[in-house]
């Protein structure tokens, strides 16, 4: 290619690369509500299938809509009004009983064993350390600290409020949303993209439904086990309602999340009911993670597009360090679609060229 004119072309140049770091810098700006749009949309295609079968019973659209945001509706309502109050007092109970883990029995316990197995401690000393430490704390950051985290959960509570109205809304308008969209395509490629698009979604579809089950199937056995079937045989859990709420929202992330929520509630119970229950929870998370892998997991998401195991830990990672917990929620879906559109659309065109 000929330059007849160089300062006209190093300008243009030079336009185009203010222009993508200014689309860059809004699509970072603008990064919270992409995702509670994103979200809202996985969950509308989520939901989507069920319109669908609930059509082909000879049901019209619009009932169909109405029953399944009513459905919808009623079980998020049920659980906040079940499940939250119970995970909030024991949050409530879970904190009162943090400090008495270092009361002064347990304190005058830990300075006695540290002066029978550790005599050339200075014991005085090292109490005079923590006394002038704690003096020397800054509590005015602490207590921005606290705010921070009050802001952060009516933040959280507000994205919440905002992703259940636009799932509304995309779950009543999702098939206007596609035909609108498949109007902006070339009539020519119409047909193909519509195939795939339809493919898309339906599979992110069955995708997001299957790991909502997940979720709440690894959520209603923790609850079974931990707060009744462990306690009838001698192994309290307490905060069990709680737990089971970790296990619920850690399965919604696919591979890592009943890991890490299984890991995360076993060291909960290994600090307020000791080493027996936390060794039958933490047997009972292995013997689930195995079922949950190799039984349900393939049954539950057969229809879905099949993500890799190594995919899906970096598109969560990737998503959770962008854009948090909704980020990586949203990251494995994109990877599913993307994954799909490489299946279907690049590698025939690499064996046809």
Do not use: C, H
């Amino acid at each position: 290619m000929r330059i007849l004119n160089p300062f006209r072309a190093g300008l243009f140049a030079g336009l185009g690369v203010l222009i993508a770091i200014g689309i860059g810098t809004a699509v970072t700006s603008l990064s919270q509500v992409l995702t509670y749009v994103g979200a809202a949309l996985f969950i509308a295609l989520g939901l989507d299938p069920v319109i669908t079968w609930l059509e082909r019973r000879k049901v019209p659209r619009w009932a169909s809509i109405i029953i399944v945001l009513v459905a919808f509706m009623g079980l998020i309502t049920g659980l906040v009004f079940a499940i939250i109050p119970v995970v909030a007092e024991q949050v409530n109970k879970a904190a009162e009983a943090i400090p008495k883990l270092f009361d002064t029995e347990f304190l005058t316990a830990v300075t006695d064993w540290l002066t029978t197995n550790f005599a050339w401690l200075n014991m005085e000393e090292v109490v005079q350390q923590v006394e002038k430490w704690l003096v020397e704390l800054d509590y005015a950051q602490i207590a921005g600290g606290v705010l921070n985290i009050g802001i952060g959960i009516v933040t959280g509570i507000t994205g919440a409020l905002i992703i259940f109205i636009l799932t509304i809304y995309f779950t009543a308008s999702t098939r206007s949303l596609k035909q609108a969209l498949y109007r902006l395509i070339p009539a020519s490629k119409r047909p193909v993209f519509i195939e795939l698009a339809e493919e898309i979604s339906t599979s992110i579809g069955r995708f997001v439904i299957g790991q909502g089950t997940l979720g709440v199937l690894n959520g209603v056995l923790s609850a079974l086990f931990l707060g009744f079937i462990f306690p009838t045989v001698g192994l309290p859990v307490d905060y069990w309602a709680l737990l089971a709420f970790l296990a619920l929202i850690g399965s919604l992330i696919p591979l890592v999340g009943t890991l890490t929520a299984g890991i995360l509630n076993t060291l909960l119970v290994l600090a307020f009911n000791g080493p027996g229950s936390a060794i039958a929870v933490g047997i009972y998370y292995l013997v689930y993670m195995q079922i949950e892998a190799y039984v349900v997991s393939p049954r539950i998401m057969s229809s879905a597009v099949k993500v890799p195991g190594a995919v899906v830990v970096i598109a969560a990672l990737a998503g959770g360090t962008l854009l948090g917990l909704l980020g990586a929620l949203v990251a494995i879906p994109v990877a599913a679609a993307i994954i799909l559109i490489i299946n279907k659309v690049v590698v025939p065109k690499q064996q046809t060229s």
